[in-house]
């Protein structure tokens, strides 16, 4: 980490995460009347949660495990396969499962 | 011998001897570990949504389940889980600043920091088990029909009631029955000399039943409170057993990081680092230690929020 003096980086991230915890509690709790809109089969709102869950866990990936900094082949070793079979995952469970709706 | 040329081309590509990857065979596991234990987490998540889109019009809605804060009466939905994200994420910035004076060779700042990760992560693990512990007392108490379904007691101003408050009155019960059991002939006789009291599915979209219809059902089904494997008074069964399941092995992630963080701390106090010259096995473990609280932050949205 010769290319980080201090620890205001770790802190930064720290508020960052902090930050969106809140919102997202605070959006939780509250529930605004214009983001429960049905959009794609859930409500506007879960999205919402959905990619501010996804900064936070870009920002523990890359900042707190060090991703940012590795090498390209490395960076490809883990994103490639996350990236690739998680949505395949999530996709092949529930298309294959959809008969359960039936 | 191999000429210039061949050098370094070796070193450019994946030959022997270069380092393509930059990280050394332990980091290099625990990172394919970690990938593996993502898809495993994501499988179980995914699974969690499946059963959750099948059963919408019983599935318990989080808010009205995890509503308990120490000290604090009444509803506080969020707010206790908002609390054990914290920690965790607190405990995991901990673990940087005990990964990042590793690095500096400082021990004495590793040894600091390493122990406020282990007390974080403790904590979280004792949260839970607050979580779990009430979870499974139960709150409300539900109506479990013939055909197992749960449902919810209502007044006629729309209000859920819990058994306390229907048996002992809306002034004398309490909104949680604070451990206090009550029978079937209770609920139900309570019921009967209530008009207004209806029940209603637990879920988003759930339908309610009249008065009558209510208290048939109840008197063809039972009286369940608190949850387990096979009953549960919040919703659908499988909500409580993808909760044991999903949290439960979060949990114990949480755990062996704990014990695997202690005895690397155990090491950094006799020295073990200092003399190999590296504190390595900090950057490893904390790894590990940033991925459960990378996984806590998925389960944290699926689980609470969505």
């Known amino acids: 980490m010769s290319d980080h003096n201090g620890t205001w980086w770790i802190w930064k991230v720290f508020w960052i995460l902090l930050v969106i915890t809140g919102v997202e509690v605070a959006l939780g709790i509250v529930k605004p009347e214009f983001m429960l809109t049905q959009l794609f089969g859930t409500s506007v709102l879960n999205y919402v949660f959905i990619i501010l869950t996804l900064v936070k866990a870009a920002y523990i990936v890359q900042i707190f495990m060090h991703v940012k900094f590795e090498k390209k082949g490395l960076k490809y070793a883990l994103y490639l396969p996350t990236l690739i079979l998680i949505p395949y995952l999530t996709f092949i469970l529930l298309t294959e499962g959809s008969y359960l709706f039936q | ?306």
């Open chain 2, 1 to 306: 011998m191999a000429s210039s040329a061949e050098m370094t081309q070796e070193e450019n590509n994946w030959g022997g001897g270069s380092r393509p990857l930059g990280a050394r065979y332990g980091k290099l596991m625990m990172w394919f570990f970690l990938l593996s234990d993502a898809l495993t987490f994501s499988g179980f998540l995914t699974a969690y949504g499946l059963m959750r889109f099948k059963f919408e019009s019983t599935w318990p809605i989080a808010e009205n389940v995890f509503t308990h804060f120490p000290g604090l009466e009444g509803d506080q939905p969020l707010l206790y889980v908002a609390l054990m994200t914290f920690i965790l994420i607190m405990s995991s910035v901990t673990m940087v600043l005990a990964v990042n004076a590793g690095e500096k060779m400082n021990r004495k700042a590793v040894t600091n920091w390493m122990l406020w990760t282990i007390i974080g992560g403790l904590i979280f693990v004792g949260s839970q088990a607050w979580e779990w512990y009430h979870f499974i007392i139960g709150d409300s108490g539900a109506v479990e029909t013939a055909r197992q379904e749960i449902l919810h007691i209502y007044n006629e101003e729309g209000e859920r009631l819990s058994f306390s408050q229907v048996v002992h009155g809306m002034e004398e019960g309490h909104a949680s029955n604070h451990g206090e059991t009550f029978t079937k002939a209770e609920v139900l006789a309570a019921m009967k000399a209530n008009e207004g009291m209806y029940i209603m599915e637990p879920g988003k979209a759930g339908v309610s039943f009249t008065h009558e219809a209510s208290v048939a059902m109840l008197e063809a089904g039972d009286v369940v409170q608190g949850a387990n494997m096979i009953h549960n008074e919040y919703g659908q069964k499988q909500f409580a057993n993808f909760f044991f399941f999903i949290t439960g092995f979060h949990g114990f992630h949480v755990f062996s990081g704990v014990v695997i963080n202690f005895i690397i701390f155990y090491n950094v106090l006799l020295g073990t680092y200092e003399r190999r010259g590296h504190y390595r096995m900090v950057e490893k473990v904390g790894l590990y230690w940033h991925f459960v609280d990378l996984v806590w932050v998925f389960v944290f949205t699926f689980f609470y929020l969505v």
